[in-house]
């Protein structure tokens, strides 16, 4: 299972490439391949992905930096590390501006050269991935603005793609910043009233009397200082879609005038007499349990049984992980006329994965705006990311860990599977293991990947690598 990483050496002194070969082989961990020159090195490069190519800077047939100039151009992830004799200063720093990863100069120690290789490794997998993240955006930003690929939200744009044409009443239900107004107007946009106006109203940041000044307006002379007619929300909202943010502040008197509006179709403006009749769909949204509210009293039952026709209930940040490198991927090409920011680093990528994220989606969009801002290089690195993600190891990371000591290891890496829809290489970031850990782990539960089992898990390919998967019993 799983392949090694393909690594070609190129030199022409038949004895240097021997011992090239024989110092990276001392790690199990590559596929080495080996070019005798330039030429040949060049044609196996156009036929075969190689991570890194370590290559010696003076060959005989072409030069090492014609060599990395055709490479870029060619295959620009592909990392090349530059080896040289002494005194060729000059020619180093040419490479590196033409974008070698490193150089070294012989005679160099070989655990210096595996530590390179190494990194040079994981920045071509950082680059790679980033390349895969954004066909994968591409594809999802083509019919749609709701990223992800997490089981819980494909089901959110289901129901959406399903409500939209209905004109029903719909609640979303989910902790602050999780996307409620953001699945607001997706179900707008995809409603026959998408030509319509969306009217959003936070209920929560209007005082008790208020908040009817507001959704109903109010004819001139209604009270003193109401010096003109002026037309409220609701009104505002014909052939379109009201959306009631924080629809559990809404004080009770003011529910029970919403009902009547939502069952007659017709409303008057404060100090009118006049009923007016209006066509609007309501979506309301909440970040608190609605039903124990009317437990409580504090909110209406009739009126929730009215907007409780349909319910979305959002994700919380930590339940879908998986959607974190996407997410990223997404709001850097938001801010990308701010910086020069290209990619992750995969420690910076790894801290993300472990934060809790108790702003939900809000928060990480703030963090990558920060990050952005704060990069020096063409990396987010782990420093330039807020103190709080940086400093803090996550309860949640606590709790899956404790979980998989609880003899729990197969459940949850079948679920984190799950998640990332196949991914191992996302899965094993998230479990925080090696990949090749990963693969022992799944022979030694019996969870096999099967392209022919028709389990449903795995609906679509992500990344070519999301073969579906079932547990062995
Ligand atoms: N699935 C998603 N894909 C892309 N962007 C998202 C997603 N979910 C949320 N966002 C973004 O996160 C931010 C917060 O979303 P939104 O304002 O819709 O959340 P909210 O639940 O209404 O938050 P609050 O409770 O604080 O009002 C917005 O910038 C939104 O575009
Ligand atoms: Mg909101």
């Known amino acids: 299972m799983g392949t090694k990483p393909k690594i070609l050496l190129v030199d022409d002194e038949p004895l240097v490439l021997d011992s090239l070969r024989e110092i990276v082989s001392r790690e199990d961990k590559y596929q ?13 490069a156009l036929q075969e992905d190689y991570c890194v190519i370590i290559t010696d800077l003076m060959l005989r ?4 930096i014609e060599l990395l100039k055709s490479l870029k151009t060619r295959t620009p992830e592909t990392q090349v590390i530059m080896v040289s004799g002494k005194g060729t200063i000059d020619f180093a720093v040419e490479a590196m501006k033409m974008g070698a990863f490193d150089f070294l100069t012989k005679p160099y120690s070989p655990p210096h050269l595996l530590q390179i290789l190494e990194r040079a490794r994981a920045y071509y997998e950082s680059l790679v991935e980033n390349k895969q993240l954004k066909g994968e955006l591409r594809r999802l930003k083509k019919n749609y603005d709701i990223i992800g690929t997490h089981p819980k939200v494909e089901r959110i744009r289901d129901i959406i793609e399903n409500i939209a044409p209905s004109d029903s009443t719909a609640l979303i239900q989910g902790k602050s910043g999780t996307g409620k ?6 179900i707008h946009n995809r409603s026959l009233r998408a030509d319509g106006p969306f009217q959003a109203v936070n209920c929560g940041v209007f005082a008790e009397t208020l908040i009817e000044n507001e959704l109903f307006g109010h004819e001139k002379g209604a009270y003193t200082g109401a010096v003109q007619r002026t037309i409220g929300r609701i ?6 879609t009201l959306f009631l943010d924080e629809i559990d502040t809404m004080p009770i008197s003011s529910q029970v005038k919403l009902l009547r509006v939502l069952e007659e179709h017709t409303f008057q403006r404060i100090g009118g007499t006049k009923s007016i009749f209006v066509d609007f769909r309501l979506i309301a949204a909440t970040n608190v349990n609605l039903k124990e509210a009317v437990a409580q009293r504090q909110f209406r039952d009739d009126l929730f049984y009215r907007l409780n026709v349909i319910t979305i209930t959002l994700p919380e940040m930590c339940e879908r992980l998986s959607d974190v490198p996407l997410l990223v991927s997404h709001f850097m090409e938001r801010y990308k006329g701010r910086s020069k920011v290209q990619a992750v680093s995969p420690d910076a990528l790894d801290l993300l994965l472990r934060y809790p994220w108790p702003g939900n989606v809000r928060e990480l969009v703030n963090a990558i705006e920060y990050a952005m801002v704060m990069a020096k290089g063409t990396h987010i690195m782990p420093a330039d990311l807020p103190e709080n993600i940086l400093g803090r190891s996550s309860e949640q990371q606590q709790n899956r860990e404790s979980m998989s000591l609880r003899d729990t290891e197969k459940d949850l890496i079948v679920k984190t599977l799950r998640d990332c829809r196949g991914n191992k290489h996302l899965a094993a970031k998230i479990l925080r293991i090696p990949r090749s850990t990963l693969y022992s782990k799944l022979q030694k539960h019996g969870i096999y990947m099967d392209t022919h089992v028709e389990t449903g898990v795995v609906p679509q390919d992500m990344h070519g690598d999301a073969e579906r998967f079932a547990v062995q019993n």
């Open 61 to 64: 047939d072409i030069t090492g």
């Open 181 to 186: 107004e953001l699945v607001a107007r997706a």
């Open 32 to 44: 080495i391949e080996l070019a005798e020159n330039g030429t040949v090195a060049l044609s196996k």
């Open 235 to 240: 009104e505002a909202a014909a052939g379109g």
